[in-house]
Each structure stands twice: as structure tokens, then as C-alpha cells.
Nanobody, 126 residues
């Protein structure tokens, strides 16, 4: 079992920056996929933002490219999302998720993995 706890959400003005963190604890694995996804309101579709594999490979949704940076610190068991040039449309609850890295051509398929946190709210005003 893996527990994920997000932090760092806040209210900022458009153009501002935030750094989200996701601390993992429990039975973590040395090979993993971790991601950030967001949901603008309960019941709305969840949107993948960025993901990282334990080998350092990263992927970004088009909406995040050039503005967001995902990184992980294996020693601290923490995932980060640096968000710059924030826009009002980035307003959402941000969640992190984690799962096993697969031994396949696509080692981290999709954006949502088996373990998920409770989320941290990001609000961007114009």
C-alpha cells in the first residue's frame, strides 16, 4: 500500500507560479510511474498533466508543455510539479498518482495509476 499526500496548492494571479509536492510513503517501489492530473470540478473529466518514470523519462499534456515541469526526488520519495505562467484555465484540484513501471514498450500507459492522493487546490485569477 502506498499513501500519497499532495501540498502546495494556493490562489495566485495569472502569470504566477506554484510548486506542488506529492509525498509518498508506505510500500514504494524503486521502479515506478508517477503523474499529476487535475479535475476542474467534481464530476468533470480528469485531465492528465504530466508524468514521470523512475528512469527519468517525462511526458506532458499539450496544455502543460513549456509551462510545467515534473520532477521526482527518489531519496525523499517526493514528486514535484513546477507550474509557471499560470492561466485561469489551470484552476483545478490537482492530484498525484503512482503505480508500477511496466516492462513494455509503453512503461507508463495513461495518466491515472493505482495509488492516488486527496488533491491540492490551485486557483488562478485573471
Amino acid at each position: 500500500q502506498v499513501k500519497l499526500v499532495e501540498s502546495g496548492g494556493d490562489s495566485v494571479h495569472a502569470g504566477g507560479s506554484l510548486r506542488l509536492s506529492c509525498a509518498a510513503s508506505g510500500n514504494t517501489d524503486s521502479t515506478y510511474c508517477m503523474s499529476w492530473f487535475r479535475q476542474q470540478a467534481p464530476g468533470q473529466a480528469r485531465e492528465g498533466v504530466a508524468k514521470v518514470s523512475s528512469d527519468g523519462t517525462t511526458w506532458y499534456a499539450d496544455s502543460a508543455k513549456g509551462r510545467f515541469t515534473i520532477s521526482s526526488d527518489a531519496a525523499k520519495k517526493t514528486l514535484y510539479l513546477q507550474m509557471d505562467e499560470l492561466r485561469p484555465e489551470d484552476t483545478a484540484m490537482y492530484y498525484c498518482s503512482a503505480g508500477a513501471r511496466l516492462r513494455t514498450v509503453d512503461p507508463c500507459p495513461g495518466w491515472l495509476y493505482i495509488y492516488r492522493g486527496q488533491g491540492t487546490q490551485v486557483t488562478v485569477s485573471s
